[in-house]
């Protein structure tokens, strides 16, 4: 059974950071931070091959955002620097046994493709 508990959110002004971790127990391939604003399609951030380099992020995200993982506290991290106020929604970390290439490929991969969710957490960002 794997569980996820995801923590750092909080709230920051516009160009602030923000560190986000998923903290996950049991195995996995393919671990992905996605978020969800009020109102709004649950939409993929961020995803990352475990023990590989894959990676893959949206557009919205490319250059501000970086995934990453410490394997040796089975914990990936997303980095979140020059934040905007359109970044404002609650952030889930995701995980399922995916290929390399469907993680991290392509468009990335989108929530269907994840079974294993966490409880999310806040993330809200003032102009």
């Known amino acids: 059974q794997v569980q996820l508990v995801e923590s750092g959110g909080g709230s920051v002004q516009a160009g602030g950071s923000l560190r986000l971790s998923c903290v996950f127990s049991?195995?996995?391939?393919?671990m992905a931070w996605f978020r969800q604003a009020p109102g709004k399609e649950r939409e993929g951030v961020a995803t990352i091959y475990l023990g590989g380099v894959n990676t893959y992020y949206a557009d919205s995200v490319k250059g501000r955002f970086t995934i990453s993982q410490d394997n040796a506290k089975n914990t990936v991290y997303l980095q979140m620097n020059s934040l905007k106020p359109e970044d404002t929604a609650m952030y889930y970390c995701a995980t399922d046994f995916l290929s390399a290439y469907a993680c991290s490929g392509g468009s990335g991969p989108g929530s269907k493709a994840f079974g294993y969710w966490g409880q999310g957490t806040q993330v809200t960002v003032s102009s």
């Open positions: 049991g195995r996995s391939k393919c």
